[in-house]
């Protein structure tokens, strides 16, 4: 799907929102611009690789409900706060995570996004004992972002081998 430009700031930040509600990581990738760059406590990523991780975190979601709402907005900016309660793939464990999102568009799509969350409470929540005891560690959260970023490289290359069979 190709990226659809929007009028303004609310206008994207709905249709961002109310996909990824319907897990509709297709339709969320379609809200970021070329040279977009997103961040949170555990990604970083640039252009098409965040489509890409929203298409993973969409189709891998188990138990998955969000709300959000938006916060405030200027022609250029939104600013979202948004709640996803989840079962945690790698322990089975429930989530529900609490986000801060500012979003910068440039030519009505996203250029920058910036997630900010409590890393040490999402921790505690996902990891258990291991997040309450070092969640609050750069170590962890280096551990965390290290598995992250090769669970999307790996689902990457399986999206690319089914395209190719296809």
Not at 2 to 19: K, S
Not at 55 to 65: K, V
């Amino acid at each position: 799907m190709p990226n659809t430009p929007l009028a303004t700031p609310v206008e994207l930040a709905t249709r961002f929102y109310d996909a990824f509600t319907r897990r509709d990581g297709i339709a969320m990738q379609a809200c970021y611009h070329p040279q977009a760059h997103f961040t949170d406590p555990v990604f970083d990523l640039h252009g098409a690789e965040i489509g890409m991780m929203w298409r993973m975190l969409s189709a891998n979601a188990r138990d998955f409900r969000l709300e959000y709402k938006l916060l405030s907005s200027t022609e250029t900016e939104a600013t979202v706060q948004w709640e996803a309660w989840y079962t945690f793939s790698s322990t089975g464990r429930p989530v529900h995570n609490i986000i801060t999102a500012k979003m910068q568009l440039q030519e009505g799509l996203l250029l920058r996004h910036v997630d900010v969350f409590d890393f040490w409470r999402w921790s505690r929540q996902a990891l258990g004992p291991i997040g309450l005891l070092m969640g609050w560690s750069g170590w962890l959260q280096a551990k965390v972002r290290a598995k992250a970023a090769a669970g999307l490289a790996q689902w990457e290359l399986k999206q690319a081998d089914e395209a190719k069979k296809g």
